[in-house]
């Protein structure tokens, strides 16, 4: 049975079939691996720019990551071979490439490990595979163990496919002084300035064991033969591994022992595996991670994980899978966006500053510098950059070189949550120079002048411009004309400005409060005038006037990001919501959540533009879209639509068991970018995951599980108290670290009383406000409610 | 017993296991076909710039094309699966994927088509493969034999898988209509003009069958399953195929027949494969290649390859091998070249040239044209460009925004021999403008004006500078500086001038001509001066004055072309030609051919750039690079080492036999760009076959047979008749069209002569030298030539 096990910290998974493509990852700083149970394995790293060092079998194109990655035999991966030499028999661990039908199977990935046990006739392999903190490196494991009452004679050979690696270059032998199989190439290029630019490259892959090998082969084609992978020529004969190398040939790290293991006995392994830029460095991370002190070196990274992304927060409900992964693996995976910025050097601003977001509740500081260093690279107009730079040597690239129009948005919303969370209201007088100008102004200057360029940039209706594209980067075409305006875009302004409003107030500058207020007021007025469709908003109007994203849409009717934000803005009056909310529950409501819009567009619409040519179901074309899912339930619970709310962020999760595992073909242990939608139109496929765990998603879903769920957040000096706990809920139990206290929050519903009673250390808070926080301080918290 | 069938004109190997990346190749003007005799195949057409219609498993890069072109289970191929229902035995023909012990194997590349036949188990399956003429289409044929004595029940399954098509968008269908399976996608992009220019793309690959399968499936991983490719799970329980779709999923064409096949009975298929805009182009694809008449295309074809590319020459020697290749594969390797211009839209300028150079055996008037259309982007400076476009939208790509320097030297040596070769001294009169200067000017002027540039780019030495690489494109730092010097451009310069030298004198411009022959002189004193090592010449002079490829460098201690051309200009005397030779003879011939260099680099070398870090032995870093042999080959004749010239030449080529088969991995019916060189540093790949056939090689190639072995030239007005035939040949019949004449030419040795005694139609012809040659008019010639 598939499950959650050590406490929520480790899920188990018991049949490599059930979901083939379900996986892990681990991160470091620079690095990123996501491993499927299976044994294929996606890594790239930082040198500067993302890089691989395991490659396909053919020259694959540099990309960012695709939803959805598909494997196949040859894919990289990381396999271990064991023959037993008195059979003949052959498995191989985790499961490819061999597939043999195996005794036990467990694939068990771990906060900050991803382990195996695979039993077959009697043998067992165990491996684990960790991360150092702050090299790129794959630390492995592996104990064999002979399981039976007589002696066994086993060959283990762990093959690691390294692939096409170079057209100019690549071969690999296998270097005794390292006892490693080291691959080398020249990363290709033509021009003579490339080639000083690819000097510092690490064009090495390297596996390093942690004793002499019997044998080894570097060349995949050797290896493989004409068997195949799943019964590789070299071990069919039961004879040896040739001691070959790769010339110019697709190189692969494989290495053999040959093993007499007693009855009970095991032997066990250490390796390493990655990139290096010389032999120096091969020595190097042996000498840290094969002769250093191994438990040393996993506390380290288990403490970078979980104590470097420590949550604001651990929760009792009576939903264990909500617990195990609000309590581990939503925390985890905001901390990977937030501290290695989805290792990319140039990530689009409304990235930047969501994952920001997300990091409020782990480590604020974080999130502060994030604010100025997007200041810093703010135009003297207010106009925000489509990415925000991190290396002086980085540069705009893919998507950033498309001019979208809602990075301000992002700016004051973060914010305007970072002043909420820590009360530091000196960030607002931390000063920042832009990037076309010298004179530094303030935080509050920068956050200002971003909204007044927005303000600014509308049409003759007074609505914003979309340009091409606003928080959905391919709908590039409804204004590349220059005419075309979005309405999202107008709600998440007048939100934004909103929000904003309160800050500049509450810093005694009315003027400018005044002027955010009347803006967002404004805003709704014109929102109400263009884009309400009668049962529904609209989603912007083109480059040639049309509104679309309405009800004469055969394609694309309704949007769901139009609906959320005008219920964050305020645009929709009780009629309009409970119009929009049954619009949305009968058209976009799915088993898997909610899609971003429906029916999914089947053909390109021009004056929508690429969004509409995406695969109907998948992406913004009509996903399961779980940021925008995010933002929905966000705005369900400012609208105190808290059930609804719940049920969305909830159906993001996958469940702990066989059927939808299978379904969504992941594990509940990330939230994925999306699931598919086009649930009416194509049903096979929907609520399959992407797999992809880079998402602005888990920064929100974060935030309205502590500040709405739980409902305890930062409030000026103070703090609110205002849980919206899911009414199927008789109980929750929580702690929340906030400013330097801790609350230990109770909340239950009770037959017995009328209405809400909050006490604090015992004593009643009228009002549900606490006037101030105490750093340092622990309170006891009751929460109780009518049932 | 691989051999030649089908008097030369078709291939029979007869293992698939022997050489398994051996493949044969289809084109027309718009595609290109490299297939393998296991099933895979690497396949490409214009739209207008090269594309694929059928992709590896991931996001491949655009790329040219590589050399040793690897496969895996995964890589495209075309493949028929058979499964016999009584037993439930499956194999695949041609072999891959499943790799059954076949009873039989034949894979027989022709001309025009390729073939094979597959027995197992007492059904035979032949396919064969052809294109048409003008569409991007591959044009199937399969038929399934009972060859028992009892009616049998099989599944016939053609699987042609596509691959990853988009991340943006793919999926695959049946389409009942067009009785195909239909795989559609859009190419990714972001950038919104890139829309309109990716609009006409033909992003469908389809799969048309000429009846309706049984059942169909589209989607690979439906079809492969646990089983693998080599035991697809669709396949496995006897059950059908389930109709299935693929909804952005990597998508595959795959067709069931379930076929009840009397004893001794066959079932035979059409199928069109390939990629298509729309719907329509796949039913008027349909209409002429299934609908239509078979037959006519196949003939229409056949003579596209064998008309169109008819050479001039057919010999009788008693080399069959070698006859086969002159006769057959070569002028067919030499038309593909030049009526293709090996598919892109952008060649570089020396490919161009070259090519059109073999063209001039075959259709002269194609060489007409590419020196008129190469003048007239030359710029009024005299200076050639790096690449010729042949369409107002290309532009310059990859390896053409690179700096080179010898361009000059092939506009003077292709527009020499179409002179010598035509007589055409009208094209001179010709004229072309210039790239950057309206003002046209003959083509006279413009070869003398590219060779008054290169004369005039000299360093202080009066030697040329080489910028960022020569003819060899990767040593390119050996003058980036703009220092640095190229001892084999110097050699090239003098030798073309030499010959512009004589066109000028011929016309009666004595100026130029002995402006042009003192240039190569004085090139030749300065080669001589400053080049010359002792036992052979250098190579060049790097940007920090220091001569390289001398008997000092521990690595690229000798470089071929440099001896080579110091040959062609005439700088080397006796004495030294005697020394470089035996420099040659001892240091860079091999088994399989003549090394470009040795020994092949193992390490960067700053001050001579890329090539250094290419694999060594690979391509222009110590290979058998055989455009380089060639050129050695061309000197040696030059200089009357004609036994020596042939044995250069004929290494070039695979013997017909299974041992060279084996080491060269591939079958003789092309000339590769190289066999693997470095064979004094890794002999176990020594040989190895690039199975690249895009090379100026074989412009060369064919040029020295012409003109050197058989010996027949144009001269002015008239012919010279000097063969140079290798002593080991006792005779040697040929027929050669010159200038609309037809030469039946017979060579014999005889003991009872003393010197070389030429006849022409029964009449002594003195001096060897036909004064004019009548159009028409059929000669007969006989050689007597001592023993």
Same mark, same amino acid.
């Given at each position: 049975?598939?499950?959650?096990?050590?406490?929520?910290?480790?899920?188990?998974?018991?049949?490599?079939?059930?979901?083939?493509?379900?996986?892990?990852?681990?991160?470091?700083?620079?690095?990123?691996?996501?491993?499927? #149970?299976?044994?294929?394995?996606?890594?790239?790293?930082?040198?500067?720019? /993302?890089?691989?060092?395991?490659?396909?079998?053919?020259?694959?194109?540099?990309?960012?990551?695709?939803?959805?990655?598909?494997?196949?035999?040859?894919?990289?991966?990381?396999?271990?071979?064991?023959?037993?030499?008195? *059979?003949?028999?052959?498995?191989?661990?985790?499961?490819?490439?061999?597939?043999?039908?195996?005794?036990?199977?467990? !694939?068990?990935?771990?906060?900050?490990?991803?382990?195996?046990?695979?039993?077959?006739?009697?043998?067992?392999?165990?491996?684990?595979?960790?991360?150092?903190?702050?090299?790129?490196?794959?630390?492995?494991?592996?104990?064999?163990?002979?399981?039976?009452?007589?002696?066994?004679?086993?060959? !283990?050979?762990?093959?690691?496919?390294?692939?096409?690696?170079?057209?100019?270059?690549?071969?690999?032998?296998?270097?005794?002084?390292?006892?490693?199989?080291?691959?080398?190439?020249?990363?290709?290029?033509?021009?003579?300035?490339?080639? !000083?630019?690819?000097?510092?490259?690490?064009?090495?892959?390297?596996?390093?064991?942690?004793?002499? /090998?019997?044998?080894?082969?570097?060349?995949?084609?050797?290896?493989?033969?004409?068997?195949?992978?799943?019964?590789?020529?070299?071990?069919?004969?039961?004879?040896?591994?040739?001691?070959?190398?790769?010339?110019?040939?697709?190189?692969?790290?494989?290495?053999?022992?040959?093993?007499?293991?007693?009855?009970?006995?095991?032997?066990?392994?250490?390796?390493?595996?990655? /990139?290096?830029?010389?032999?120096?460095?091969?020595?190097?991370?042996?000498?840290?991670?094969?002769?250093?002190?191994?438990?040393?070196?996993?506390?380290?990274?288990?403490?970078?994980?979980?104590?470097?992304?420590?949550?604001?927060?651990? @929760?009792?409900?009576?939903?264990? *899978?909500?617990?195990?992964?609000?309590?581990?693996?939503?925390?985890?995976?905001?901390?990977?966006?937030?501290? *290695?910025?989805?290792?990319?050097?140039?990530?689009?601003?409304?990235?930047?500053?969501?994952?920001?977001?997300?990091?409020?509740?782990?480590?604020?500081?974080?999130?502060?510098?994030? @604010?100025?260093?997007?200041?810093?690279?703010?135009?003297?107009?207010?106009?925000?950059?489509?990415?925000?730079?991190?290396?002086?040597?980085?540069?705009?690239?893919? @998507?950033?070189?498309?001019?979208?129009?809602?990075?301000?948005?992002?700016?004051?919303?973060?914010?305007?949550?970072?002043?909420?969370?820590? #009360?530091?209201?000196?960030?607002?007088? $931390?000063?920042?120079?832009?990037?076309?100008?010298?004179?530094?102004?303030?935080?509050?200057?920068?956050?200002?002048?971003?909204?007044?360029?927005?303000?600014?940039? @509308?049409?003759?209706? #007074?609505?914003?411009?979309?340009?091409?594209?606003?928080?959905?980067?391919?709908?590039?075409?409804?204004?590349?004309?220059?005419?075309?305006?979005?309405?999202?875009?107008?709600?998440?302004?007048?939100?934004?400005?909103?929000?904003?409003?309160?800050?500049?107030?509450?810093?005694?500058?009315?003027?400018?409060?005044?002027?955010?207020?009347?803006?967002?007021?404004?805003?709704?007025?014109?929102?109400?005038?263009?884009?309400?469709?009668?049962?529904?908003?609209?989603?912007?109007?083109?480059?040639?006037?049309?509104?679309?994203?309405?009800? *004469?849409?055969?394609?694309?009717?309704?949007?769901?990001?139009?609906?959320?934000?005008?219920?964050?803005?305020?645009?929709?009056?009780?009629?309009?919501?409970?119009?929009?909310?049954?619009?949305?529950? $009968?058209?976009?409501?799915?088993?898997?959540?909610?899609?971003?819009?429906?029916?999914?567009?089947?053909?390109?619409?021009?004056?929508?533009?690429?969004?509409?040519?995406?695969? /109907?179901?998948?992406?913004?074309?009509?996903?399961?879209?779980?940021?925008?899912?995010?933002?929905?339930?966000?705005?369900?619970?400012?609208?105190?639509?808290?059930?609804?709310?719940?049920?969305?962020?909830?159906?993001?999760?996958?469940?702990?068991?066989?059927?939808?595992?299978?379904?969504?073909?992941?594990?509940?242990?990330?939230?994925?970018?999306?699931?598919?939608?086009?649930?009416?139109?194509?049903?096979?496929?929907?609520?399959?995951?992407?797999?992809?765990?880079?998402?602005?998603?888990?920064?929100?879903?974060?935030?309205?599980?502590?500040?709405?769920?739980?409902?305890?957040?930062?409030?000026?000096? #103070?703090?609110?108290?205002?849980?919206?706990?899911?009414?199927?809920?008789?109980?929750?139990?929580?702690?929340?670290?906030?400013?330097?206290?801790? !609350?230990?929050?109770?909340?239950?519903?009770?037959?017995?009383?009328?209405?809400?009673?909050?006490?604090?250390?015992?004593?009643?808070?009228?009002?549900?406000?606490?006037?101030?926080?105490?750093?340092?301080?622990?309170?006891?918290?009751?929460?109780?409610?009518?049932?």
């Amino acid at each position: 049975m598939p499950s959650f096990i050590d406490n929520g910290t480790r899920f188990h998974l018991d049949d490599p079939t059930l979901a083939p493509n379900a996986a892990g990852y681990l991160w470091n700083r620079r690095m990123m691996i996501q491993m499927n #149970g299976r044994g294929y394995a996606v890594s790239q790293y930082m040198d500067p720019e /993302p890089r691989k060092y395991a490659y396909p079998p053919t020259i694959a194109a540099q990309t960012f990551m695709q939803p959805e990655q598909g494997y196949y035999p040859n894919h990289p991966g990381r396999f271990f071979y064991v023959r037993d030499n008195g *059979t003949g028999a052959l498995f191989s661990a985790p499961y490819e490439p061999v597939r043999a039908r195996l005794d036990r199977f467990a !694939f068990e990935p771990g906060l900050s490990d991803i382990r195996w046990l695979v039993e077959k006739d009697g043998v067992r392999v165990e491996l684990r595979l960790s991360l150092p903190v702050d090299d790129v490196a794959e630390l492995w494991t592996a104990k064999v163990t002979n399981m039976t009452t007589a002696t066994k004679n086993l060959s !283990f050979v762990p093959f690691f496919p390294v692939g096409y690696m170079s057209w100019m270059n690549m071969g690999g032998h296998f270097d005794p002084t390292l006892d490693a199989v080291v691959c080398t190439s020249v990363t290709p290029y033509q021009k003579v300035e490339q080639y !000083f630019k690819n000097r510092h490259l690490k064009d090495i892959t390297f596996l390093a064991a942690d004793r002499r /090998p019997d044998h080894f082969e570097a060349a995949q084609q050797a290896f493989e033969g004409e068997g195949g992978l799943h019964a590789p020529s070299a071990l069919a004969d039961g004879g040896p591994l040739h001691d070959g190398e790769a010339l110019y040939e697709v190189p692969a790290c494989v290495m053999q022992w040959d093993l007499e293991i007693a009855a009970g006995a095991s032997e066990e392994f250490r390796f390493v595996f990655g /990139p290096a830029k010389d032999e120096a460095e091969i020595a190097a991370l042996r000498a840290k991670y094969i002769d250093g002190d191994a438990e040393a070196v996993r506390r380290a990274y288990h403490a970078y994980v979980t104590d470097g992304g420590r949550s604001c927060l651990e @929760i009792r409900s009576p939903d264990e *899978t909500f617990n195990h992964f609000v309590n581990h693996w939503l925390p985890r995976q905001v901390f990977y966006h937030g501290d *290695t910025n989805r290792l990319t050097t140039d990530p689009q601003t409304r990235n930047y500053l969501q994952d920001a977001l997300g990091m409020l509740f782990i480590r604020p500081e974080a999130t502060r510098e994030v @604010i100025l260093h997007a200041a810093s690279q703010q135009y003297a107009s207010g106009k925000m950059p489509d990415g925000i730079l991190l290396r002086p040597d980085a540069e705009l690239k893919y @998507i950033n070189q498309v001019p979208h129009t809602d990075h301000a948005v992002w700016l004051a919303i973060v914010t305007k949550a970072y002043l909420d969370e820590t #009360g530091d209201r000196a960030v607002l007088e $931390e000063t920042a120079a832009w990037a076309d100008d010298d004179r530094p102004a303030g935080i509050r200057e920068h956050v200002t002048r971003a909204l007044r360029f927005l303000a600014a940039a @509308i049409d003759e209706r #007074g609505l914003p411009y979309i340009d091409q594209g606003d928080w959905c980067d391919p709908m590039n075409m409804v204004g590349y004309k220059g005419r075309g305006v979005s309405g999202w875009l107008a709600e998440a302004s007048s939100y934004a400005m909103s929000l904003w409003s309160e800050v500049c107030a509450a810093e005694g500058d009315g003027e400018t409060a005044g002027w955010l207020k009347a803006e967002a007021s404004a805003l709704i007025e014109r929102i109400n005038r263009h884009l309400w469709d009668g049962d529904w908003y609209g989603r912007g109007i083109t480059d040639d006037g049309v509104v679309f994203g309405v009800s *004469t849409d055969r394609e694309g009717r309704i949007f769901l990001n139009a609906q959320s934000w005008a219920l964050l803005c305020g645009a929709a009056d009780e009629d309009r919501k409970a119009r929009l909310l049954k619009a949305i529950d $009968e058209q976009l409501v799915t088993p898997y959540g909610v899609e971003i819009h429906a029916p999914s567009f089947t053909a390109m619409r021009e004056d929508v533009g690429r969004v509409t040519q995406k695969w /109907p179901g998948s992406a913004e074309n009509g996903a399961v879209y779980n940021h925008a899912a995010a933002f929905y339930a966000a705005s369900l619970y400012h609208v105190g639509e808290s059930d609804r709310g719940f049920r969305v962020l909830r159906a993001m999760l996958t469940e702990a068991e066989r059927d939808d595992i299978a379904t969504r073909g992941q594990l509940p242990l990330y939230i994925p970018n999306y699931y598919r939608g086009a649930y009416r139109q194509f049903p096979r496929t929907a609520g399959r995951s992407s797999n992809l765990f880079n998402t602005g998603t888990v920064a929100w879903f974060y935030r309205l599980v502590v500040e709405q769920v739980c409902g305890l957040r930062g409030d000026g000096g #103070g703090a609110v108290i205002a849980p919206q706990v899911p009414s199927t809920w008789q109980k929750l139990a929580f702690t929340r670290r906030l400013r330097g206290a801790t !609350f230990n929050v109770s909340f239950t519903r009770e037959e017995s009383i009328a209405e809400q009673i909050i006490e604090v250390d015992g004593r009643r808070l009228e009002g549900g406000r606490l006037a101030r926080i105490e750093a340092g301080r622990i309170y006891d918290v009751t929460v109780r409610s009518p049932r």
